[in-house]
């Protein structure tokens, strides 16, 4: 889980974090960065194709390593050849290009989250996933050290100076990052298929679902095509609502909106601290590599704290300090360059984010049914995403309208009506 982590963590920065640094120092208006950051709503929208990795076999692959570890396979070796397009296009020269093969990277990014989080759902018991849960999170802190403070060190090491903007710097950086791909690959051939036994009622369940196909006519090709139509899309979303009833659409809503302050607010990072003058060493030393430190620190807190007081408690804890720590930059805003306050903003900030994702990663893994793993989580995490990412897309327009401090206080207030949806779902669950 460690290294499956880190192959999930790696892609996902190089194309929302890094990329928003280069495009930046490559002279792309903030605007057009506020748009690229809706590539990343293909992770908002993986739950569409997720029933095919779910349930659809892979050609040859399938047959080899199994349904899981084929789909991570093919698609971190998509991963590794859209990064190798990145790294050969300029965003001065070609920036339509630059979109097209980081779109590629999001997708099979997405399809792998999908394949890997079933894969740490069904690979050990329930009382196991917080463990699971905090493993992954470290293997994908570390690589967002790698992908986003990495990237940095490995541009500026050859690059003659930053006070005019070179390609080569960046395309360098970004082959390494296509190469370090291999440890998820090398990982996804070396683990075992997980064993998964569905409950007798699942399996009750679809059956009465055949019969009743089979009542109304139809046979063969065509019964077989809507038996497996209904087991991989409908079937999930049907248990989830069966299992939650009215509580469902409470559970949904507290899933859409619960990282809305931290996605917001990190889409205009990275332009936010080229435009206060920090160097490329500066963002990768305090920003990337301590600020990731924390952020592994917090995922520690996190998993002690749910032991010890509860998933909800935790939640709407991690729900206050995000909120209350995008205010850190509004401050950081009216002192311009200053390399101590960003330590300190990046230190709260980056710890309230890892006690956050810590607790929300095992309250979605508990939401979900082993029969329906890779369909159901992918809803919850592609639910997470959706309305976040699509507000994101218009930071820039905020930022060039009203300015950071502006900016920064908006994704503050965002997060306050999340802090009542966790106190209505934490009153649910003991009514459940």
């Not at 080569?168 to 690959?185: E, H, K, N, T």
Request: charge should be neutral.
């Amino acid at each position: 889980m460690l290294f499956l982590g880190f192959s999930a963590g790696l892609p996902l920065i190089l194309v929302l974090g890094s990329l928003s640094y280069w495009l930046r120092e490559a002279g792309i208006d903030r605007s057009t960065i506020g748009y690229f950051s809706w590539i990343g709503l293909a992770y908002a929208f993986k739950w569409m194709w997720s029933p095919l990795v779910d349930r659809l076999p892979l050609p040859l692959l399938t047959g080899l390593l199994g349904r899981r570890r084929s789909w991570l396979l093919a698609s971190q070796l998509t991963i590794a050849l859209a990064l190798l397009g990145m790294a050969a296009t300029d965003p001065a020269e070609n920036l339509s290009r630059m979109a097209y093969c980081a779109l590629a990277v999001a997708f099979a990014s997405a399809t792998q989250d999908i394949a890997l989080d079933a894969y740490r759902i069904e690979a050990v018991e329930q009382r196991l996933q917080g463990a699971m849960a905090a493993t992954y999170q470290g293997g994908y802190r570390i690589a967002m050290i790698v992908a986003s403070a990495g990237v940095l060190w490995l541009a500026a090491s050859v690059d003659a100076t930053e006070l005019v903007y070179e390609h080569a710097p960046w395309r360098f950086a970004y082959l390494v990052m296509a190469a370090s791909m291999s440890v998820g690959v090398v990982t996804t051939l070396l683990i075992r298929e997980p064993e998964v036994v569905v409950s007798a009622e699942t399996v009750q369940r679809e059956a009465r679902a055949r019969d009743w196909l089979m009542r109304e006519g139809l046979h063969g090709p065509l019964l077989r095509l809507a038996a497996w139509l209904h087991g991989a899309a409908l079937s999930p979303l049907l248990d989830f609502i069966r299992r939650y009833r009215w509580q469902a659409v409470l559970l949904l809503a507290l899933i859409g909106t619960y990282r809305i302050s931290d996605v917001v607010m990190g889409i205009m990072a990275n332009a936010f601290y080229v435009d206060m003058g920090y160097t490329k060493d500066e963002v990768a030393t305090v920003a990337k590599v301590y600020g990731v430190g924390m952020t592994i620190a917090g995922a520690v807190i996190g998993g002690v704290l749910t032991a010890r007081i509860g998933v909800m408690k935790t939640l709407f804890l991690g729900a206050l300090l995000s909120s209350i720590t995008n205010l850190l930059f509004v401050w950081l805003a009216g002192r311009g360059h200053d390399v101590s306050g960003l330590i300190f903003a990046i230190s709260a900030d980056n710890l309230s984010a890892g006690i956050a994702s810590s607790a929300f990663v095992a309250y979605l893994s508990g939401l979900t049914n082993v029969a329906y793993s890779a369909t159901q989580y992918a809803l919850f995490s592609s639910l997470m995403l959706l309305l976040p990412k699509f507000i994101a897309g218009f930071s820039g327009v905020v930022v060039d309208a009203r300015g950071y401090e502006f900016f920064f206080t908006g994704t503050a207030l965002l997060g306050v009506p999340v802090l009542a949806l966790v106190w209505l779902a934490a009153r649910a669950e003991r009514s459940r």
